[in-house]
């Protein structure tokens, strides 16, 4: 199998980005303390810096990673764009509105499964409309950056209106600081709250595979191989949703891991769909991991949000991918 190296390697640079975030931080710990604390032994400080601070930040990073990047691989062959990616296509900032809608009006206190439920109903609105219009639209690359335009700025909009008109200016900030995207000061309920949503989102998108390297010869050629096209769609709106969702409901918005990622691993595999799957989920989770130890090293003032930080690498990446697209266009 072609993939097993990549898996494998994908495995590696993960367990060792894992052990990184969970040893280096504002209070260095050696790999035995990290070891001792991870079980409850040693140090007590210690413990409670692993077990309370790290571990449920590093879990939220490979659960929020490998989500966006399995959602960004599985839209992509689906719309059969490599621009496609949920946060251009205005699935995470409409994410992003279903959870400060929950914020807004007290529904995230009435129960623990409310900021996921309404930020996956926010994600599931913004795919349907964007498969929609990408399926009646004659240019599909310009048809979905143009319908991710709009529903990302209506998503935005409407979510500075909620802030605009909330009477208190501390929900305002936190509401600001949470839109912004990172994973400090997330508690272990916070990755159990997430997990079974991102693990039933993967898992729908896995079970996409086949139909995705059907659909990468062509509609007819898919029909004609036994693929449910309708349901294969359902079954990637419905994942991306769950998965997209759950993770904006936990981290904020945390843009172009699922542009990046798909498209650095796809000549890896082939440029096959179904195969980019599973290594972009790995690839997310090593990406975010990364990339929140990087933001907890850069010597500023105060911590640069994950958020921000993977926005300033993700845009000058997706201008270079849109003039390669236009060259082999042209």
Request: net charge neutral; glycine share 14%.
């Amino acid at each position: 199998m072609r993939t097993l190296p990549l898996l494998s390697g994908l495995a590696v640079a993960l367990l060792a980005v894992s052990a990184a975030g969970l040893a280096i931080g504002y209070a260095p710990l050696p790999l035995a303390g990290v070891i001792a604390g991870l079980f409850g032994g040693g140090d007590p400080l210690a413990v409670a810096v692993v077990r309370e601070i790290r571990l449920p930040r590093l879990l939220l990073g490979i659960e929020v990673g490998a989500a966006l990047g399995i959602a960004g691989a599985a839209l992509q062959g689906l719309l059969r764009n490599p621009l496609a990616e949920p946060g251009l296509i205005g699935v995470s900032a409409s994410a992003g509105l279903g959870a400060v809608v929950a914020f807004y009006f007290g529904f995230a206190a009435l129960s623990p499964y409310a900021l996921p439920g309404l930020a996956m109903a926010g994600a599931l609105v913004a795919t349907g409309i964007v498969l929609a219009v990408a399926a009646r639209g004659g240019d599909g690359g310009l048809t979905l950056i143009l319908a991710g335009i709009a529903l990302s700025s209506l998503a935005v909009a409407l979510t500075s209106l909620a802030m605009n008109l909330a009477p208190n200016p501390y929900a305002v900030t936190e509401m600001l600081l949470w839109l912004m995207g990172s994973l400090k000061d997330r508690t272990p309920a916070d990755a159990l709250t997430a997990c079974p949503f991102i693990l039933a989102g993967c898992g729908l998108l896995l079970a996409t595979g086949r139909g995705l390297d059907a659909l990468a010869l062509g509609e007819d050629a898919a029909r004609s191989l036994g693929v449910d096209l309708a349901r294969l769609r359902l079954a990637v709106v419905g994942g991306s949703a769950a998965a997209v969702g759950a993770s904006v409901a936990v981290s904020g918005s945390i843009g172009f891991v699922g542009l990046v990622v798909p498209h650095l691993l796809r000549p890896l595999v082939g440029h096959e769909p179904g195969r980019l799957l599973l290594p972009s989920a790995l690839g997310g989770a090593v990406l975010v991991t990364l990339a929140d130890l990087a933001s907890r090293l850069i010597p500023t003032a105060q911590e640069v949000m994950l958020g921000v930080l993977t926005s300033l690498v993700g845009a000058p990446f997706f201008l270079l991918l849109i003039l390669r697209v236009r060259r082999e266009a042209w």
